[in-house]
């Protein structure tokens, strides 16, 4: 079953186009299963990244390597406060889906 992980982050001033770079340039093959990768602004330097998996297992089985790829752009990205950290992250699979 299709599964999904969105990850909020926040990037400090003037990191917009190197964190923005990193992710153009990332190879997608890094992570089987990984189907489309989408970065979405949400606000003033505010980013969603929303990953769509072939399963759970196949994003559970690449959360080292998604978090090596945070680890390379980690200090581009703002403490988002509350105990967060840089990321809020979350994941789950699909239980409604609709195409027009």
């Keep these: 079953m299709t599964a999904?992980?969105?990850?909020?982050?926040?990037v400090k001033p003037g990191e917009?186009?190197?964190?923005?770079?990193?992710h153009r340039s990332r190879a997608l093959a890094e992570?089987?299963?990984?189907?489309?990768?989408?970065?979405?602004?949400?606000?003033?330097?505010?980013?969603f990244i929303v990953g769509e998996w072939?399963?759970?297992?196949?994003?559970?089985a690449a959360r080292p390597a998604m978090i090596a790829t945070l680890d390379e752009f980690r200090d581009?990205?703002?403490d988002l406060g509350g105990g967060l950290g840089v990321t809020?992250?979350?994941?789950?699979e699909v239980v409604v889906e609709r195409m027009n």
């Design 88 to 92: 809020d992250p979350a994941s789950g």
């Design 4 to 10: 999904y992980n969105i990850v909020r982050m926040k």
């Design 31 to 47: 992570m089987p299963g990984l189907k489309t990768l989408r970065v979405v602004k949400t606000g003033e330097r505010e980013y």
């Design 76 to 78: 581009r990205l703002e």
């Design 16 to 22: 917009e186009d190197a964190y923005l770079d990193l």
């Design 54 to 60: 072939t399963g759970m297992d196949a994003l559970a």
